[in-house]
């Protein structure tokens, strides 16, 4: 039987050059059991990636700043203005949130804020110390969050809502944002493009890496 899944988006369902690969709709559709998309993402975005896939929106966005289950939309932070006036500060030295004058990125963003990853990390971290704020490494943005939030409390929540053990869940990610989800999940694979941190973390790390290593971890634990 299929258990239900944890999937973060970036670097886990998406191909090496950047976009969702084709393949995960047909699959993550077909799938029997709950799929929970966690992300760093705005909640915007794994909502519209549901309705795409025909998939329940079940998210945990913005890592855990928001969860989204069986028509149930929770924001798990009180207060995201200490992350903002860090991002503020950031700028004001010099830094470049990296993302054009729209910023799409952050216009949604209700717990946290996404800065390029090309921009200037030092100055992003001694920013987020002085403001005591967490900077996660995605491996493709810096984000500002307030300490304590984090995608694995985002899943005991929809566990939770959906009547269910966060130790019946299977989980694939990539990066350190991850670890939490791993911590907290019954078993764990790390995609083979992951960084050390989610790798050491899994419970397996697949020879495939992207999409390919994650259709790799859901045949496993079916067919387990």
Request: charge should be negative.
């Amino acid at each position: 039987m299929a258990p239900p899944l944890v999937l973060d988006i970036d670097g886990t369902l998406t191909r090496a050059d950047g976009g969702i690969d084709p393949r995960a709709f047909d699959a993550l559709r077909e799938w029997e059991a709950p799929i929970v998309l966690a992300t760093g993402k705005a909640f915007p975005y794994p909502v519209a990636l549901c309705h795409f896939m025909d998939i329940s929106e079940r998210v945990v966005a913005e890592h855990g700043g928001i969860v989204c289950a069986d028509d149930e939309v929770r924001v798990t932070v009180d207060d995201a203005s200490r992350a903002a006036d860090a991002a503020r500060a950031f700028v004001e030295r010099g830094g470049q949130m990296g993302w054009g004058r729209a910023d799409t990125v952050n216009r949604w963003r209700e717990t946290e804020v996404a800065v390029r990853y090309d921009a200037d990390e030092a100055l992003l971290r001694a920013v987020a110390e002085e403001f005591g704020v967490e900077l996660v490494d995605t491996g493709y943005a810096y984000h500002l969050k307030l300490p304590g939030v984090a995608k694995g409390d985002g899943v005991r929540s929809v566990a939770e809502t959906l009547a269910l053990e966060p130790a019946d869940f299977v989980a694939v990610g990539d990066s350190e944002n991850d670890v939490s989800t791993f911590e907290v999940v019954g078993e764990s694979y790390a995609v083979a493009n992951a960084d050390d941190r989610a790798r050491d973390a899994a419970d397996h790390v697949t020879e495939g890496a992207h999409l390919d290593g994650t259709l790799e971890a859901l045949a496993a634990c079916r067919d387990r």
